[in-house]
């Protein structure tokens, strides 16, 4: 009579009791370590397959993660069992097996050979577990070189014979005993053998180098799968020599798309000329696949500036049909950069809307090195019928920089165009143009009352940009700071503290801010105190109470601008002592800066500073032992638990807390 099999509740009974012994003996081990003790036999040993079955059931998330975690426990204790459980009837049983023995690395060595017999298991997914386990091993699995080769290309699973080819590439050096048998492989009569060959050298990469002649000739196979394959494993092992360069530009040439494209993204990899590849090249950007045009942009743009003469394919490129095609082709035109600068400023004139725009998105990308496309660009900005157009001409001369500064003007011009996302786009670049820009915030001011809160927006940040150049704007950025977008009232308070107004305007506008329904609007705000420094000591009480904000990021701004206030905050100290075990790390950090800034007037915090010293983050203890350090002479009786931050694990923590114990002993404070 056979025996009853368990069901799921003894089952779990069965592992509580399991990880009970586990415990038992880890503790026992634990005692032996300490000293010798009596030798008492241990329990029976954990049935590794009860954990495995366990594992592969349909238990609970819970469960099944308990199993995992006894076995991983286990560790090379299991392997036997779980070797054992690769030769069960049960699927689920050999594929949570082979997964197991993957997850537990190279303590499965000894699980190799059953590794090595599932390779051969009737289930695809077993395979590939098994595969997966070997690659973990890496050089160790060198023995299963043999069968790994027979599953990569003859396995009926793609997944298995991937899997298998990644198992090869792990091994390492070793594998190149392999590329015999492999180069052998190409000449097979079946064309997966063919193909799998070739695929599996690609994985091993550039050990494979000794097969760069049979892939080559492996490009004029019957098979197009095989071509295409060989094409992406010349890619993979190098392609110096043996002709490999011209075998490829032949295979730009073939009949079926596939191996087009292959050779397209391997000949983009090519390191050295690039005489006879740009012409080629160019002509697939004309391909009637649009992969292959695709992967010709793609190749061009790997070139580089060696492209440079393909920069009439890829504008024309711009006009695709397939959008990803012209997003490459962009993308090319970037990398060749300041040598496609003269035909993309061309290309703004090109009669196609899409043209136009990408052209100039491509310039706005190459940025300054782009400085010869002003002229079209300004052009371009005020003058282009689509909106799309000129915004773009406008973000390219900002993208430029200062050395657009011949567009200002213009782009002031643009400030009063018709349509908002033109107007928001010339803000923009004059802000990015940056002090240059000026003479435009005159009319920057006029474009904080603009209808669109986006333009009054990019108005605010190009004011911030341009900066302390900018000052008469302040009276309209105070006013902005009342806008009814928080958007426009956080980037007036930005440029506030960019620009460094007289805080008797400045101060009290911001101090208002600080109480805004928006936590954006009240970090920035607290922001521009801060940079006013001990200008805006008359926000003192103000700050205090943000540092009791609900938003941290606001608390940590309130300190850092207290700290700005230097000695002026002393009334602020106890305060600034209870942020120190804010739950925000960057809050504990901000508050014990703020006391550091301080400097001796912060000598009440000596305590607080002396318990942060134990804060788990390695950054409150650096600025912690800092500010003790800061306080100077009143901070003696941190002297011990300094000495104590001497041995802490982080360099940097020492140093600070060593240096700390020479400013206190010195008697003074460094500046």
Do not use: C, F, Y
């Given at each position: 009579m056979t025996e009853a099999k368990p069901d799921m509740q003894t089952l779990l009974l069965r592992l509580e009791a399991r990880f009970a012994e586990l415990e038992r003996r880890y503790l026992e081990l634990e005692r032996r370590v300490e000293g010798p003790v009596a030798e008492e036999p241990l329990a029976e040993p954990v049935d590794v397959t009860e954990l495995v079955s366990l594992l592969a059931s349909r238990a609970g998330d819970e469960q099944r993660d308990d199993a995992r975690a006894a076995l991983m426990a286990l560790g090379t204790e299991a392997v036997a069992g779980l070797a054992v459980c690769l030769l069960d009837r049960r699927v689920e049983l050999r594929l949570a097996a082979a997964e197991v023995l993957a997850e537990l690395g190279s303590a499965a060595r000894p699980a190799l050979p059953g590794l090595v017999a599932a390779l051969k298991d009737g289930d695809a997914q077993v395979r590939r577990a098994a595969a997966g386990a070997l690659e973990v091993l890496g050089p160790a699995a060198k023995s299963a070189m043999p069968a790994l080769i027979e599953l990569s290309i003859k396995d009926a699973d793609a997944g298995a014979r991937g899997r298998a080819a990644l198992a090869l590439a792990a091994i390492g050096p070793g594998v190149k005993s392999a590329v015999p048998a492999l180069i052998e492989a190409l000449h097979d009569a079946a064309a997966d053998v063919r193909q799998g060959a070739?695929?599996?050298?690609?994985?091993?990469?550039?050990?494979?180098?000794?097969?760069?002649?049979?892939?080559?000739?492996?490009?004029?196979?019957?098979?197009?799968?095989?071509?295409?394959?060989?094409?992406?494993?010349?890619?993979?092992?190098?392609?110096?020599?043996?002709?490999?360069?011209?075998?490829?530009?032949?295979?730009?040439?073939?009949?079926?798309?596939?191996?087009?494209?292959?050779?397209?993204?391997?000949?983009?990899?090519?390191?050295?000329?690039?005489?006879?590849l740009v012409p080629a090249l160019g002509e697939r950007l004309r391909d009637e696949v649009a992969d292959v045009r695709y992967w010709a942009a793609q190749a061009l743009g790997d070139l580089g500036t060696r492209a440079r003469d393909a920069v009439p394919w890829l504008i024309d490129a711009l006009r695709d049909a397939d959008h990803h095609v012209r997003r490459r082709a962009a993308e090319a035109l970037v990398n060749v950069g300041s040598d496609a600068v003269a035909g993309l400023s061309?290309?703004?004139?090109?009669?196609?809307?899409?043209?136009?725009?990408?052209?100039?998105?491509?310039?706005?990308?190459?940025?300054?090195?782009?400085?010869?496309?002003?002229?079209?660009?300004?052009?371009?900005?005020?003058?282009?019928?689509?909106?799309?157009?000129?915004?773009?001409?406008?973000?390219?001369?900002?993208?430029i920089g200062p050395s657009a500064r011949n567009a200002i003007l213009p782009l002031v011009e643009a400030l009063k165009d018709e349509l908002g996302d033109v107007r928001q786009a010339a803000a923009r670049a004059l802000g990015d143009i940056g002090p240059v820009a000026k003479g435009a915030v005159p009319a920057l001011i006029e474009a904080l009352k603009d209808s669109l809160w986006s333009v009054r927006r990019s108005a605010a940040w190009a004011l911030a940009e341009i900066g302390r150049e900018a000052k008469d704007a302040v009276p309209a950025l105070i006013e902005a700071l009342r806008d009814r977008e928080w958007g426009v009232r956080k980037s007036a308070a930005w440029a506030l503290g960019t620009i460094h107004p007289d805080p008797v305007q400045a101060v009290p506008a911001l101090i208002a801010a600080l109480q805004d329904p928006t936590s954006d609007v009240r970090y920035w705000a607290a922001q521009a105190l801060g940079q006013l420094g001990p200008a805006a000591k008359d926000a003192l009480a103000a700050l205090v109470a943000a540092l009791a904000d609900s938003d941290a990021h606001v608390r940590r701004r309130a300190a850092q601008a207290l700290?700005?206030?230097?000695?002026?905050?002393?009334?602020?100290?106890?305060?600034?002592?209870?942020?120190?075990?804010?739950?925000?790390?960057?809050?504990?950090?901000?508050?014990?800066?703020?006391?550091?800034?301080?400097?001796?007037?912060?000598?009440?915090?000596?305590?607080?500073?002396?318990?942060?010293?134990?804060?788990?983050?390695?950054?409150?203890?650096?600025?912690?032992?800092?500010?003790?350090?800061?306080?100077?002479?009143?901070?003696?009786?941190a002297i011990p638990a300094l000495d104590e931050a001497l041995g802490d694990e982080i360099a940097w923590v020492r140093q600070e807390a060593a240096q700390a114990i020479e400013r206190i002993r010195s008697g003074g404070v460094e500046g």
């Open positions: 070739a695929q599996v050298l690609g994985e091993i990469g550039p050990t494979a180098e000794g097969a760069l002649p049979a892939l080559v000739d492996a490009l004029r196979d019957e098979h197009w799968r095989v071509r295409r394959s060989a094409a992406w494993a010349l890619a993979e092992i190098g392609l110096e020599g043996n002709g490999v360069v011209a075998a490829l530009l032949e295979a730009l040439r073939d009949a079926e798309w596939g191996v087009r494209k292959s050779a397209a993204w391997a000949l983009g990899r090519v390191r050295g000329e690039s005489k006879t061309g290309a703004l004139k090109n009669p196609a809307a899409e043209v136009r725009q990408a052209a100039a998105q491509a310039l706005a990308e190459i940025g300054p090195a782009a400085k010869a496309a002003v002229p079209a660009l300004i052009e371009a900005a005020l003058t282009d019928p689509d909106v799309a157009s000129r915004s773009r001409a406008g973000m390219a001369l900002g993208a700290g700005a206030l230097r000695s002026d905050a002393a009334s602020a100290v106890p305060k600034l002592v209870g942020l120190l075990t804010d739950p925000a790390t960057e809050v504990r950090v901000a508050a014990a800066q703020a006391l550091a800034d301080v400097g001796p007037e912060a000598r009440s915090a000596v305590s607080a500073l002396v318990s942060a010293l134990g804060d788990a983050a390695t950054d409150v203890r650096q600025v912690a032992a800092q500010a003790l350090g800061a306080i100077g002479a009143s901070a003696s009786s």
